[in-house]
């Protein structure tokens, strides 16, 4: 995430930005997305 945000500083790209906590995604939910989302990537099968 740190290294996300400073590239993100470096092109000028965060004035307004924040990330927030929102207390509605659960780990679980969080997990299947990313499940879901690594099996769909075309490099996951590499």
């Known amino acids: 995430m740190q290294a996300v945000v400073g590239v ?3 092109a ?3 004035s307004g930005a924040s ?3 929102d207390d509605l995604a659960r780990d679980e939910d ?4 990313f499940d ?3 099996a769909l990537y075309p490099w996951s099968q590499c």
């Open 8 to 10: 993100l500083a470096a």
């Open 12 to 14: 000028d790209v965060l």
């Open 19 to 21: 990330v927030v906590v």
């Open 30 to 33: 969080l997990n299947d997305v």
């Open 36 to 38: 879901q989302f690594s």
